[in-house]
Each structure stands twice: as C-alpha cells, then as structure tokens.
C-alpha cells in the first residue's frame, strides 16, 4: 500500500512557474514508475509527465515538452513537477500516481496508486 500527498497547486499568471510535489509513504519509492496526469474541466484526465522506475529516463506530454520537467527523489520519497512558463491550458487539478508494471505510461489504468490531486490555476 502507498499513499500519495500532492502539494504545491496554487493560482499563477501566465508565464509563472509552479512546483508541485508528491511525497509517498509505504512501500519503497524506488520501485514504481511515477506519472504525472491532470484533469481540466469538462475534461477527460490526461498524461501529462513519467519517470521510469529503472532508468530514470523521463517522457511528456507534446503539450507541455520543453516547459515541463519531472524529477524524483527517492531518499525522500519524493517525486517533483516543475511547472515553467505557464499556460492558462495548464489549469486543471494534477495527480500524482505510481505503478510497478507501468507497459505504457501515458495510460492512467497502467498505475496503482493516486494522490488525491492539487489544484493548478493560470491566469490570462
């Protein structure tokens, strides 16, 4: 079992920036694969950031490649979604999940666990 607290959400102009982090407690951080999704309003949840478990290698979204960047560290437990030049597309609620078979990382149903998500708003 793993539990997931995200934090760092906040309201922005465009063009600021955001870091919003995931701290897990539970079983060891260094096994799972971390995703980054985010749901807009009126919106399906979508794939926004991952970092594998194993290598570390990192994968975006088109829409925020260049602007977003993920990073983990698992002495802390921690996982980090630096947030750069913000969009008011960029608004939404962002989750934090983990999985440790992650085939396809920009698939939600491929993670096991989810925080309970941090409100991003950006303003014009």
């Known amino acids: 079992q793993v539990q997931l607290v995200e934090s760092g959400g906040g309201v922005g102009q465009a063009g600021a920036s955001l870091r919003l982090s995931c701290a897990a407690s539970?079983?060891?951080?260094?096994?799972?694969?971390i995703g980054w999704f985010r749901r807009a309003p009126g919106k399906e949840r979508e794939f926004v950031a991952a970092i594998s478990r194993s290598t570390g290698r990192t994968y975006y979204a088109d829409s925020v490649k260049g602007r977003f960047t993920v990073s983990r560290d698992n002495a802390k437990n921690t996982t980090y979604l630096q947030m750069n030049s913000l969009k008011p597309e960029d608004t939404a609620v962002y989750y934090c999940?983990?999985?440790?078979?992650?085939?396809?990382?920009?698939?939600?149903?491929?993670?096991?666990?989810w925080g309970q998500g941090t409100q991003v708003t950006v303003s014009s």
């Open positions: 999940a983990v999985g440790t078979s992650v085939v396809a990382i920009h698939l939600p149903t491929m993670y096991d666990y």
């Open positions: 539970g079983r060891a951080f260094i096994s799972y694969t």
